[in-house]
């Protein structure tokens, strides 16, 4: 299997996101063909070394067709 990330450059504290334009990105960097399937979405924290603190109020996934 293989792992793809974006990784973010600035602190959000509220956002939305549209996977429809990330999935855009990886098939126009050829790193995901249209005819893949997405076997799952994940959100967190990938610690390299310090400490901190993620707290999930509020999680949804809309899927449009």
Do not use: C, M, P
Not at 53 to 63: A, N, R
């Amino acid at each position: 299997w293989e792992y793809l990330a974006f990784l973010a450059h600035e602190y959000e504290i509220s956002t939305n996101i549209k996977l429809a334009d990330y999935l855009t990105e990886l098939v126009q960097r050829q790193l995901l063909s249209e005819s893949e399937n997405i076997a799952s979405i994940e959100i967190g924290n990938e610690i390299v070394n310090g400490q901190g603190q993620l707290i999930i109020q509020h999680y949804e996934i809309t899927v449009n067709k």
